[in-house]
Nanobody, 130 residues
Framework: VQLQASGGGLVQAGDSLTLSCAASGRTSGRTFSGNDMAWFRQNPGKEREFVAGISLSGGRSDYADSVKGRFTIIRDDAKNTVYLQMNSLKPEDTAVHYC????????????????????WGQGTLVTVSS
C-alpha cells in the first residue's frame, strides 16, 4: 500500500486548507486503505505529533486538543482517500503533515500512537504565516 499526500502550501493565519491522502496498491485482490487512518505532523527537532484520526467507514474520529473545533478529518473509502480540512489556521500549525494507515485490529478508539501505523505518506508541508 502506498499513501500519497497532497494539498500543503503557504497560507496566512485564519485561512483554510484541505490536505488529501490517497491510498493505492492492492492486497487480496482489492485496494484497501486500512482500518484507522490518521494525520500526524512534525517540525525539525520536534517529536511527531498526532493531529487527527478516523476509523474505517468513519464511525469514530479523534483530534488533538490543539486542533479540535478547527480541523475535520473525513474518509471516503470508495476512493481510498482521507482528507484533513483545516480551518482558522495558526502559525503554530506550520509543519510537515503526514498521513498514515494502520492495518491492525480496530480498537474502541482511534489509534493515536505513530508506531501503531503501518504505512506512511511522504509528507506535505503546511506553512502558516502570521
Amino acid at each position: 500500500v502506498q499513501l500519497q499526500a497532497s494539498g500543503g502550501g503557504l497560507v496566512q493565519a485564519g485561512d483554510s486548507l484541505t490536505l488529501s491522502c490517497a491510498a493505492s496498491g492492492r492486497t487480496s485482490g482489492r485496494t484497501f486503505s486500512g482500518n484507522d487512518m490518521a494525520w500526524f505532523r512534525q517540525n525539525p527537532g520536534k517529536e511527531r505529533e498526532f493531529v487527527a484520526g478516523i476509523s474505517l467507514s468513519g464511525g469514530r474520529s479523534d483530534y488533538a486538543d490543539s486542533v479540535k473545533g478547527r480541523f475535520t478529518i473525513i474518509r471516503d473509502d470508495a476512493k481510498n482517500t482521507v482528507y484533513l480540512q483545516m480551518n482558522s489556521l495558526k502559525p503554530e500549525d506550520t509543519a510537515v503533515h503526514y498521513c498514515a494507515s494502520s492495518w491492525r485490529a480496530p480498537l474502541q478508539s482511534v489509534r493515536r500512537i505513530g508506531s501503531e501505523y503501518d504505512y506512511w505518506g511522504q509528507g506535505t508541508l503546511v506553512t502558516v504565516s502570521s
